[in-house]
């Protein structure tokens, strides 16, 4: 998609400059002046207009360099920001996998204590959970 706009947007400055420079040539054509003058005339339009053709396009490649750089980088910055965020919540899921576990060998440790026995003990778990979540 990228490419298709820069290749767009080329194409649109390369048609102005051509229209401007034939718009130039039929100018000089139908100009009444000799032959020799026309055709001087028509030698230096042309220049003049390949010249700023030329400027254009190199100043269009740079601006799009420094685009396609700026967003690498940005793309760049966004990954490694949700590698950093995956990280943090795997491990917070480790931790609350962990808890889940010794709060279940707790439980099946003491099958025998009625289930409000361990309450005062799961609620502590259950902060540490939604900490790590």
């Known amino acids: 998609m990228d490419e298709e706009r820069r290749g767009n947007s080329l194409g649109i400055i390369t048609a102005f400059f051509m229209g401007g420079l034939i718009g130039s040539i039929l100018g000089l ?13 028509i030698r230096e339009t042309s220049s003049e207009a390949k010249d700023r ?9 740079e601006l799009t360099t420094e685009i396609s750089e700026i967003a690498k980088e ?5 990954l490694n920001q949700g590698k ?12 609350a996998v962990d808890v889940s576990k010794q709060a279940f060998q707790q439980r099946a440790g003491s099958e025998s204590q009625p ?3 361990v309450a005062p ?11 790590a979540v």
């Open 121 to 131: 003990d799961d609620e502590n778990d259950v902060d540490v959970i939604e900490e």
């Open 53 to 61: 053709t030329v400027e254009t396009a190199s100043r269009t490649k």
């Open 115 to 117: 289930v409000e026995d």
């Open 29 to 41: 054509l139908f100009a009444p002046s000799s032959g020799r003058e026309t055709r001087a005339r």
């Open 74 to 78: 940005k793309a760049t910055d966004l």
């Open 84 to 95: 950093e965020r995956l990280t943090e919540v795997s491990g917070n899921l480790k931790t």
